[in-house]
């Protein structure tokens, strides 16, 4: 997947109004990622992704362990969401960076990537639209 491509997708599946939007929707969520994530895990998916975009995930040096509240609080302080739809938006925004991303990597490093930041369940909750796919995709090759 290219550059454009990427976030021609972030902005369809994000409802967001701007290519600009669709930047900042994306940087975010995956610089906060990479703030939680090993090194060696940010590399391997920012080599997976555009160069352009792969580099949010590369600029990181010291891995913090924090939940997945504190994850939409970064991404709510980082972002310019309005006050009374900041969670919600956030939320929503983080979900569909990473399911673009699950489309523009190998499955395998999803999965890499779950493992090793699902320290509880509340991180399930970034990997919603991601799991919905899965599932779609599995239904309709039963249909066949």
Do not use: C
């Amino acid at each position: 997947m290219d550059y454009d491509t990427f976030l021609g997708e972030v902005q369809s599946r994000g409802q967001l109004s701007s290519r600009e939007d669709a930047v900042t929707a994306t940087r975010i969520t995956l610089e906060t990622l990479s703030q939680r994530i090993e090194p060696g895990q940010a590399e391997n998916l920012a080599a997976q992704l555009p160069r352009e975009i792969g580099i949010f995930l590369t600029d990181v040096d010291t891995v913090e362990r924090f939940e997945w509240d504190e994850f939409i609080d970064r991404i709510v302080e980082k972002g310019n969401y309005s006050p009374e739809d900041e969670q919600a938006d956030a939320v929503h925004h983080a979900r569909v960076v990473l399911d673009v991303v699950d489309d523009a990597i190998t499955d395998n490093a999803i999965e890499n990537l779950r493992d090793q930041i699902s320290s509880a369940d509340d991180w399930n909750e970034l990997f919603v639209l991601v799991d919905q796919e899965e599932k779609t995709v599995t239904e309709e090759q039963r249909s066949e």
